[in-house]
């Protein structure tokens, strides 16, 4: 949350570092709207070896009569991006979101100039819907916004597909 960079690809608001202070302040209001709304599931991403925090992951705005909800995810720090946390975060929760929640739809919201982010996503089979134009300034240019959304029958499909794949890989390295 020192990042500015960081801050300016996860949300529209001016990027401003908090301290501990206030980043404690804010993930006790996750916690408290957690339990009272029921309509977002947070998660912090952890290295195993050491439990140290590198990201956050959640699904919010969860419509619960449409079957609908949006995802976000973050990996902080420079060094641990393109590390393969971010696709093993997005893959499992999307088995989370479409297995246990059984949501039907999944959207993600990401600025035109995190390509990280948009890769990410259609590598999982998310597809562009919605582009406001020039509706991110950042480095003194414009940008778009970019909406993308993931069906439950999507998602099966592509998680088929890609199981076929490594199965596919396998058997050639054996062969």
Do not use: C
Request: no cysteine.
């Amino acid at each position: 949350m020192q990042d500015a960079s960081f801050l300016r690809m996860i949300k529209q608001d001016p990027a401003m570092p908090q301290t501990i202070a206030q980043i404690k302040k804010r993930y006790e209001a996750i916690e408290k709207e957690q339990d009272e709304k029921g309509n977002l599931y947070y998660f912090t991403i952890r290295m195993r070896q050491d439990d140290r925090l590198i990201g956050f992951a959640k699904i919010e705005w969860i419509d619960w009569s449409n079957g609908g909800g949006f995802i976000k995810l973050g990996i902080g720090a420079p060094q641990d991006r393109r590390q393969g946390f971010g696709s093993e975060t997005l893959r499992l929760m999307l088995r989370f979101t479409f297995g246990e929640l059984n949501l039907f739809r999944l959207a993600g919201v990401t600025p035109e100039f995190n390509t990280a982010g948009l890769s990410l996503f259609k590598k999982f089979g998310f597809v562009e819907e919605v582009r406001r134009r020039q509706a991110v300034s950042f480095q003194l240019k414009r940008w778009d916004m970019i909406h993308l959304g993931l069906l439950k029958d999507e998602w099966a499909a592509h998680a088929e597909n890609s199981l076929r794949g490594q199965a596919q890989d396998v058997s050639h390295t054996t062969d």
